[in-house]
C-alpha cells in the first residue's frame, strides 16, 4: 500500500482520562479507543487534546502501552513526542516503538522563537534518526510558531516524513496546502481544523483529526465515508452535527477552559471523569451540572460508543 493509503481516515486526539488523583484511568482509556476502533478511527494518543504538556514522560508511556494492547492492530496508534529537548523527544520514539506504536506525531519544539533555516534543522534531524514514521505537527496556537508551507513540501520528500497534520486556521492556507499536497501518493495532509472536515475531504485532503470524534467518533467516520461515497449532502449534515458539538466546548473560551468542558461532556456519557490535569482547572459543582444536563439533551442521540 502507498503512504497515501495507509496514513489516511479519521485520526482521534484522544482525550487523557484520568481519576481524581491525576492517575491514569485504564478503564476510561481502554473505554475510549475501544469506541474509536469500533468505528474504524485511529487513536493519537499524547497530543494537545491529550494534555500532554501536563503529563510526565511515565503517564504518556502508559498511554500508549494501553492504547496499543487495547487497539490490538485492528487501527493504527499515533503517539505524540513533543518536548523542547530534542533527545527526549527521540527517546521517547524509541520508546514508543517498543510499546508497539505504529506513527509518531511531533511538534516544533516551543521555548524559544526559531526561524525556518532552525525548523528545517530540527525536522531532518527528528526524521533521520526516529525509528518510526514521523508526522509533522504545525499548531502555532499552542507553539507560537508557524511552519511555512513551502518548507513542510521541501521537508514532505524526506523517506521518514509521511504527514503533516497542521492545525493551522486559514482559507488560504488549507487551499494552498490541498494544492500541493492532494496528488501525493508519498506524503498525506491531515486537518487539525475539524469545522472544515468534509470541504477538506471534498478536495483531497487525506485525514481528518477532530478532538470531537473522542465522544462521536460514528459523525466524524461518517463524514470520511460520505465524501468518499460521493454523499456530499450526507457528509454536510454529519459535519453540522460535529460542529455543533465542537462549538459547545469551544466557542469563546480558552484552549485551557474547553477541555475540562469536553471531559465534563464525556463523564456524562460514562467515557471517563472529569478530571483536568494542572494547570487546568476540573469543573465541579453546579458548573459540571449544568454541562451533564445540557449535553445529555442536546446531544445524547449521537453518541454511539
Not at 244 to 261: K, T
Not at 272 to 283: D, I, N, Q, R, W
Request: aromatic letters at 8%; a negative charge.
Amino acid at each position: 500500500m502507498t503512504i497515501k493509503e495507509t496514513y489516511c481516515g479519521v485520526i482521534v486526539p484522544m482525550i487523557t482520562p484520568l481519576d481524581a488523583r491525576g492517575a491514569i484511568d485504564e478503564e476510561g482509556m481502554r473505554r475510549i479507543v475501544s469506541g474509536l476502533v469500533t468505528n474504524r478511527c485511529s487513536p493519537f494518543v499524547a497530543g494537545t487534546t491529550g494534555e500532554s504538556s501536563s503529563l510526565s514522560d511515565a503517564r504518556k508511556a502508559e498511554l500508549v502501552r494501553i492504547a496499543v494492547d487495547e487497539a490490538a492492530g485492528r487501527e493504527l496508534v499515533y503517539a505524540g513526542i513533543a518536548d523542547n529537548c530534542f533527545e527526549e523527544s527521540l527517546a521517547k520514539a524509541r520508546l514508543y516503538k517498543d510499546l508497539g506504536a505504529d506513527v509518531v506525531v511531533g511538534h516544533l519544539p516551543c521555548y524559544y522563537p526559531i526561524d525556518a533555516d532552525q525548523m528545517r534543522a530540527y525536522f531532518l534531524a527528528l526524521a533521520d534518526a526516529c525509528p518510526l514514521p514521523v508526522v509533522m505537527y504545525n499548531i502555532p496556537v499552542t507553539t507560537h510558531l508557524s511552519i511555512p508551507l513551502e518548507l513542510i513540501d521541501e521537508l514532505s520528500h524526506h523517506e521518514n516524513i509521511v504527514g503533516i497534520k497542521d492545525s493551522e486556521r486559514g482559507d488560504d492556507r488549507l487551499r494552498d496546502s490541498l494544492e500541493l499536497w492532494r496528488d501525493r501518493e508519498d506524503f498525506t495532509f491531515h486537518l487539525g481544523w475539524a469545522a472544515m472536515s468534509s470541504y477538506g475531504l471534498q478536495n483531497g485532503l487525506d485525514g481528518i483529526i477532530p478532538s470531537s470524534a473522542n465522544l462521536v467518533p460514528a459523525v466524524y467516520r461518517g463524514i470520511y465515508d460520505a465524501v468518499r461515497s460521493g454523499d456530499i449532502a450526507e457528509a454536510d449534515r454529519l459535519q453540522a452535527i460535529g460542529n455543533e458539538i465542537s462549538d459547545y466546548y469551544q466557542q469563546g473560551y480558552l484552549l485551557s477552559r474547553s477541555f475540562p468542558i469536553f471531559k465534563a461532556m464525556l463523564y456524562e456519557f460514562g467515557l471517563c471523569g472529569p478530571y483536568a490535569a494542572s494547570p487546568m482547572l476540573t469543573l465541579s459543582g453546579e458548573e459540571l451540572d449544568k454541562v451533564r444536563a445540557e449535553v445529555r439533551e442536546r446531544f445524547g442521540q449521537y453518541v454511539q460508543h
